[in-house]
């Protein structure tokens, strides 16, 4: 199995309109947006757990990255509501869990093996926002190693972002709102994936909030 594992290719995808796929744990459901093989390898998806749902212990061996989209996500390191961005670098060890049901966005095997930062950030908090590269935008920052970049970005109604470029690629999911370019509209849930060198000039005329990495893309592989 291989998704959309050339990343010379952009990619748009509107999750919420995407078919739910079992996983082989019972009462855990996904939405594949990238994938390198079946079950293991380069992966990046949409995750639902239902009520009381879980993973077997598992060894993550190229690291693991999540974001809570909604409920409450759990392992033995503690309970992540709602907002909750965490990384589990390589070799990091969990059994994954849920009371009451999650989605989340969670990204695998994309990490850097010397980048052993453990992150956990309440994204919902009112500090660590900063002012953007254009009026109307505001920034979290997430995670910076090497060039890769991960923030929360948010919009006000009206914003627009002078046409730019993303050398080493880019990746955005509207958590709220909408965006647009000079390519098209995405609406709440919508993943895109652009290329190294590729250049656009967004907007949002309703105002969104987003999730965005950039820089991680370069010198990816080809289908």
Wanted: charged share 25%.
């Amino acid at each position: 199995m291989r998704i959309n594992m050339d990343f010379q290719q952009r990619v748009v995808i509107e999750t919420e309109t995407q078919d739910w796929i079992d996983s082989p744990a019972n009462g855990v459901q996904r939405r594949m947006l990238d994938r390198e093989a079946a079950e293991s390898g380069r992966a990046t998806t949409v995750v639902r757990f239902a009520p009381d749902s879980f993973f077997p212990p598992h060894t993550h061996t190229g690291g693991e990255e999540y974001l809570v989209l909604d409920g409450t996500f759990s392992d033995e390191s503690g309970d992540y509501g709602q907002g909750m961005y965490v990384r589990n670098p390589i070799g990091s060890t969990h059994r994954p869990h849920t009371e009451g049901g999650c989605t989340i966005l969670v990204k695998l095997c994309q990490m850097d093996a010397a980048d052993q930062e453990n992150v956990h950030i309440d994204t919902t908090k009112a500090d660590g926002w900063r002012a953007g590269a254009a009026e109307g935008i505001s920034v979290r920052d997430l995670h910076t190693y090497g060039t890769e970049r991960v923030s929360l970005s948010r919009w006000q109604p009206g914003t627009r972002y002078e046409a730019h470029g993303h050398p080493g690629g880019e990746e955005i999911l509207v958590l709220d709102g909408s965006l647009a370019d000079e390519h098209g509209h995405y609406p709440k849930g919508t993943w895109l994936r652009m290329p190294p060198g590729s250049h656009h000039a967004p907007f949002s005329d309703e105002g969104c909030t987003l999730y965005v990495k950039t820089g991680h893309l370069a010198g990816g592989e080809a289908a």
